[in-house]
């Protein structure tokens, strides 16, 4: 078996593969298992990286997303639908909404050595556009708001919360709702809409958290469809709808569970997946059950808050 760690040097803002490749030396020197650090060199080639790995040679593979949720979704497609390659996020960026969902255990996945001797669980995957997702994939105004955060967040004296207001008020004024021709299951309808969520785990955003309830390996999407509202409507409904309690409002917002999401738009749009942005007129999403292999580390469940899957 072979440990990958795929280290993005510019997560978090400083470059931390000498701290990692020094905790690895530290782990394995009493460890068979060959490793190695792999710092990427740019947008995507983890997802490469990882595709090469699992080719050159059939032996088992684990690799650690060290990084944000980024980091972690190019790691994800690269290990989707490969049964002998097993993945995890390694945190060191300034996003982790993937690990929040395990509460009290989020802190486990900065744990070198429970990682190491981890379990391997299968857990389902959102296929969109040819890439994947293992937590969250969104559209609309919230998709705009994240992709364009880093616009904002370099300016001095702004920074990285600073950056998501002022993205989220640019936003806003340009306008809430798009123009969608949406389908799922026996839904089907082209109207405007402020936003579609589709989730396979439960935090996106910073901390957006609209299905508490979902799992990662029940073989089912919660989608949420929140209408065309006034911007006071909307700053009224975003806060009950972050911390989950969207379907107090189903004036508003529609609540599905589903295998499969279709939506056009009338021209491009962004698409968030996991915080990668991809852009298309297009989207088509479909879970994927188990397409995923995912290191669960040591302990985990043994906490005051159970994990989104079975143990």
Same mark, same amino acid.
């Given at each position: 078996?072979?440990?990958?760690?795929?280290?993005?040097?510019?997560?978090?803002?400083?470059?931390?593969?000498?701290?990692?490749?020094?905790?690895?030396?530290?782990?394995?020197?009493?460890?068979?298992?060959?490793?190695?650090?792999?710092?990427?060199?740019?947008?995507?080639?983890?997802?490469?990286?990882?595709?090469?790995?699992?080719?050159?040679?059939?032996?088992?593979?684990?690799?650690?997303?060290?990084?944000?949720?980024?980091?972690?979704?190019?790691?994800?497609?690269?290990?989707?639908?490969?049964?002998?390659?097993?993945?995890?996020?390694?945190?060191?960026?300034?996003?982790?909404?993937?690990?929040?969902?395990?509460?009290?255990?989020?802190?486990?996945?900065?744990?070198?050595?429970?990682?190491?001797?981890?379990?391997?669980?299968?857990?389902?995957?959102?296929?969109?556009?040819?890439?994947?997702?293992?937590?969250?994939?969104?559209?609309?105004?919230?998709?705009?708001?994240?992709?364009?955060?880093?616009?904002?967040?370099?300016?001095?004296?702004?920074?990285?919360?600073?950056?998501?207001?002022?993205?989220?008020? @640019?936003?806003? %004024?340009?306008?809430?709702?798009?123009?969608?021709?949406?389908? =799922? !299951?026996?839904? +089907?309808?082209?109207? $405007? &809409?402020?936003?579609?969520?589709?989730?396979?785990?439960?935090?996106?955003?910073?901390?957006?958290?609209?299905?508490?309830?979902?799992?990662?390996?029940?073989?089912?999407?919660?989608?949420?469809?929140?209408?065309? @509202?006034?911007? %006071?409507?909307?700053?009224?409904?975003?806060?009950?709808?972050? =911390? !989950?309690?969207? +379907?107090?409002?189903? $004036? &508003?917002?529609?609540?599905?569970?589903?295998?499969?999401?279709?939506?056009?738009?009338?021209?491009?749009?962004?698409?968030?997946?996991?915080?990668?942005?991809?852009?298309?007129?297009?989207?088509?999403?479909?879970?994927?059950?188990?397409?995923?292999?995912?290191?669960?580390?040591?302990?985990?469940?043994? !906490?005051?808050?159970?994990?989104?899957?079975?143990?």
């Amino acid at each position: 078996m072979k440990h990958l760690f795929v280290v993005n040097p510019v997560a978090g803002g400083s470059d931390a593969s000498p701290e990692i490749r020094r905790r690895v030396e530290e782990a394995f020197r009493s460890r068979e298992d060959a490793c190695e650090v792999y710092v990427t060199r740019g947008p995507k080639d983890a997802t490469e990286k990882i595709r090469q790995e699992a080719a050159s040679s059939g032996e088992e593979l684990r690799v650690y997303a060290c990084g944000g949720d980024g980091t972690f979704n190019e790691c994800v497609c690269g290990a989707a639908l490969q049964p002998h390659v097993a993945v995890c996020p390694f945190p060191t960026g300034t996003g982790n909404d993937f690990c929040r969902m395990f509460g009290s255990d989020a802190d486990l996945f900065r744990d070198l050595n429970a990682l190491l001797d981890g379990q391997v669980k299968t857990i389902d995957l959102i296929s969109c556009n040819g890439s994947y997702s293992a937590n969250i994939c969104s559209v609309g105004i919230d998709a705009r708001i994240g992709t364009e955060v880093h616009k904002y967040s370099g300016i001095p004296l702004i920074g990285g919360t600073g950056g998501y207001v002022i993205s989220a008020v @640019v936003n806003a %004024f340009r306008g809430i709702a798009t123009t969608m021709h949406v389908r =799922s !299951g026996s839904y +089907d309808a082209r109207e $405007k &809409y402020s936003l579609i969520c589709a989730c396979n785990g439960r935090f996106y955003g910073g901390g957006f958290n609209p299905s508490p309830d979902a799992k990662l390996d029940d073989g089912l999407l919660d989608i949420f469809i929140v209408k065309k @509202v006034s911007l %006071f409507t909307f700053a009224r409904l975003i806060g009950k709808y972050a =911390s !989950g309690h969207a +379907d107090d409002f189903p $004036k &508003y917002i529609t609540h599905l569970r589903g295998t499969e999401l279709w939506i056009e738009f009338e021209r491009e749009d962004v698409i968030n997946l996991d915080g990668e942005a991809l852009y298309a007129s297009e989207v088509e999403m479909k879970l994927l059950p188990g397409a995923l292999k995912l290191i669960v580390p040591r302990g985990l469940g043994h !906490g005051t808050e159970l994990p989104p899957l079975a143990l």
